[in-house]
């Protein structure tokens, strides 16, 4: 199949100048008031239908902690056991942890502190960031839907390796002078972010070293299949709410982009779905949280899975989490990886490319925990000749 590349660049995007449609309330438009406050119960479009609504007593997920010091290590037994551990957890859920990533825990916590001076603002404030598609400051009741709407805020920026600078270029041309009131986070936060985005490609090459390794090849093959990548970091900001047994911070579903890294504080909300049962994932000091999402389990032809999860909320404290999802280049093509496709595993989706499912879920699918399949029915509608091949 043929798609046509795309530029890494926020103007030149095509996917970047649609924009959703808007479903807030007249009262919302009119005011530009916040509609998530943990005082007030939440607004009918928040409440979940009874089958989907959260469970706060949920058994914890057995789930390894991965020492990454062990790819330098030197010791290939060491590497082969923690590659056993990825290979069990991939197949089963789709999520591990990660000790030992080298990310500074100063960086850490200055990304964290300019969260909070963000989401701190006042709701019009926020509002002058609001971005296209992806990037930028999102709210649920700006989104295009209208129910089962998540309780959280996010601010997301994107990230290619290849740009120089690029997070800081959108906060400063993109976003503009309305930043310049945002203060430190205009001066300061820009480059926190930037440096974080550096960081997290960093140890997410890392990461996919380990997977390969965990699949059979070579340990340099996804390493150099993502060198050239198209990624986003998203801060996600939970606040308080009245009803959490009513709603849910994000609904069930798996991320589409290929590998996600997750920071979270310590309050605790993630939960994640398997042996039909939601499990929770309690947060560990000094490790960050890896999760497979649907554009890898393509590439490894469903032997690994997407991980499926949500996010509960709570009526004491605000959650955080900072997440740097990993994908290939808009125009690549994603198709099994070498091997991996056999008579006893045969092919289970067609060609695409990551420009291609991001404009499916963004313009025709919401994400859930089907999105793979729908996605694999309409581009084989839309491409007659890009069949399953075996």
């Known amino acids: 199949m043929e798609h046509q590349p795309m530029e890494c660049s926020y103007l030149n995007n095509p996917l970047m100048s649609q924009k959703p449609n808007s479903l807030l309330t007249s009262e919302a438009k009119n005011d530009q008031q916040p509609i998530l406050e943990p005082e007030f119960d939440?607004?009918?479009?928040?409440?979940?239908?009874?089958?989907?609504?959260?469970?706060?007593?949920?058994?914890?997920?057995?789930?390894?902690?991965?020492?990454?010091a062990v790819l330098s290590s030197g010791d290939p037994l060491a590497v082969s056991k923690a590659a056993e551990l990825v290979n069990e957890a991939c197949k089963k859920h789709g999520l591990f942890l990660v000790s030992n990533h080298g990310v500074d825990s100063g960086l850490l916590d200055?990304?964290?502190?300019?969260?909070?001076?963000?989401?701190?603002?006042?709701?019009?404030?926020?509002?002058?960031?609001?971005?296209?598609?992806?990037?930028?400051?999102?709210?649920?009741?700006?989104?295009?839907?209208?129910?089962?709407?998540?309780?959280?805020?996010?601010?997301?920026?994107?990230?290619?390796?290849?740009?120089?600078?690029?997070?800081?270029?959108?906060?400063?041309?993109?976003?503009?002078?309305?930043?310049?009131?945002?203060?430190?986070?205009?001066?300061?936060?820009?480059?926190?972010?930037?440096?974080?985005?550096?960081?997290?490609?960093?140890?997410?090459?890392?990461?996919?070293?380990?997977?390969?390794?965990?699949?059979?090849?070579?340990?340099?093959?996804?390493?150099?299949?993502?060198?050239?990548?198209?990624?986003?970091?998203?801060?996600?900001?939970y606040p308080p709410c009245k009803n959490p047994d009513l709603t849910l911070g994000v609904g069930p579903h798996s991320d589409t982009p290929c590998l996600t890294i997750l920071h979270q504080d310590m309050v605790g909300g993630l939960q994640v779905l398997t042996d039909e049962k939601w499990?929770?994932?309690?947060?560990?000091?000094?490790?960050?949280?890896?999760?497979?999402?649907?554009?890898f389990m393509a590439l490894?032809?469903?032997i690994y899975k997407s991980c499926l999860h949500r996010a509960v909320v709570n009526n004491q404290i605000v959650r955080k989490?900072?997440?740097?999802?990993?994908?290939?280049?808009?125009?690549?093509?994603?198709?099994?990886?070498?091997?991996?496709?056999?008579?006893?595993?045969?092919?289970?989706?067609?060609?695409?490319?990551?420009?291609?499912?991001?404009?499916?879920?963004?313009n025709h699918y919401r994400v859930d925990m089907k999105t793979m399949d729908a996605f694999s029915k309409w581009i084989q509608e839309q491409e007659p000749n890009n069949k399953i091949q075996a």
């Open 279 to 295: 499990h929770s994932v309690t947060p560990i000091p000094r490790t960050l949280i890896v999760n497979i999402g649907d554009t």
């Open 110 to 237: 200055r990304a964290h502190e300019y969260m909070n001076l963000f989401f701190g603002l006042k709701h019009y404030d926020k509002q002058k960031a609001k971005g296209e598609i992806s990037y930028g400051y999102k709210n649920s009741i700006a989104s295009r839907y209208s129910s089962k709407l998540p309780w959280v805020e996010s601010l997301a920026f994107r990230y290619c390796p290849d740009v120089q600078d690029i997070v800081v270029d959108y906060l400063v041309n993109v976003l503009g002078e309305d930043m310049r009131q945002f203060g430190f986070l205009f001066m300061f936060g820009r480059r926190v972010y930037q440096d974080y985005c550096e960081a997290m490609e960093k140890l997410s090459l890392r990461i996919m070293e380990l997977i390969g390794i965990s699949l059979g090849l070579e340990q340099a093959y996804l390493r150099d299949f993502f060198q050239e990548n198209d990624s986003i970091l998203r801060m996600n900001y």
């Open 321 to 362: 989490s900072l997440v740097f999802f990993l994908s290939p280049k808009m125009d690549k093509p994603v198709t099994p990886l070498a091997g991996l496709v056999t008579s006893k595993n045969p092919r289970k989706y067609p060609d695409f490319t990551w420009a291609t499912l991001l404009h499916f879920v963004h």
């Open 42 to 68: 939440i607004p009918s479009q928040f409440i979940w239908p009874d089958n989907e609504k959260p469970c706060f007593d949920a058994p914890e997920l057995e789930v390894p902690t991965i020492d990454m």
């Open 300 to 302: 490894s032809n469903g």
